[in-house]
């Protein structure tokens, strides 16, 4: 079945660092392929998303490709802030199937000033 | 506009005990849909309305799991009775729109099951 690995965290940066969590998948078909963010007490909100191959998901800074050579759809960002504390999570949607999400374990991030 | 609600919070309760979520999607979304997460482990999708109708009720784990969504509006979901494995953090999400595949998701009920 369907699938999302992604880097197990806790991850721990400093402010300013470099970013990235790995994101593969094993789907048939194409899906669409998503990042969500939960920050403390909030539920999950869509970072980006890409809903094909080579398409670009970017937003506050965070950027993911869509890979389907490697299945990878990595998130990275080049300076992070204390802000972007929080789990990210990497899902996918196959494309006419099931609307259901496909997620990852979550990566948890710690950003220290 | 209001974001997908979901009440309680937490719940925590003991072993055999029948529990109720309730969750209340934007308005006008047809679509909701209940994902799990137990500690640790990925976000599970549980099922998928579309109004009061269940279009995907795939992930339910076993028959002590009943979903309802009345009128089209808000869906509750009913464990009973609860076990020890059903502890865990409960989602709701709502959508409008399938091919946009943006779905919206509530803060989560946490329950423990002692």
């Known amino acids: 079945g369907d699938s999302v690995t992604q880097m197990e965290g806790p991850v721990t940066l400093s402010e300013e660092a470099f970013l990235t969590i790995n994101c593969t998948y094993t789907a048939t078909g194409y899906p669409s392929l998503f990042w969500y963010v939960q920050y403390p007490g909030e539920g999950l909100q869509l970072l980006l998303k890409?809903?094909?191959?080579?398409d670009k998901g970017s937003n506050k800074g965070f950027e993911a490709t869509y890979r389907k050579e490697t299945t990878s759809f990595h998130l990275e960002k080049g300076s992070v802030q204390v802000s972007d504390s929080a789990v990210y999570f990497c899902?996918?949607?196959?494309?006419?199937?099931?609307?259901?999400?496909?997620f990852g374990k979550g990566t948890k991030l710690t950003v220290n000033p | 506009e209001a974001g997908v609600t979901q009440f309680p919070s937490h719940s925590v309760i003991e072993k055999g005990q029948t529990v109720t979520l309730r969750c209340d999607p934007i308005?006008?979304?047809?679509?909701l849909y209940w994902y799990r997460r137990v500690m640790g482990k990925e976000i599970k999708f549980l099922l998928h309305f579309v109004k009061e109708s269940k279009q995907d009720e795939s992930g339910m784990p076993n028959n002590r799991f009943l979903a309802e969504r009345t009128g089209g509006t808000y869906s509750t979901l009913k464990v009973q009775p609860a076990e020890l494995e059903d502890s865990g953090v409960y989602f709701c999400a709502s959508s409008q729109d399938l091919r946009s595949g943006e779905q919206f998701f509530g803060p989560g009920t946490r329950l423990t099951v002692l």
């Open positions: 899902a996918l949607k196959t494309q006419g199937g099931s609307e259901k999400l496909v």
């Open positions: 890409a809903t094909k191959a080579d």
């Open positions: 308005s006008g979304h047809d679509n």
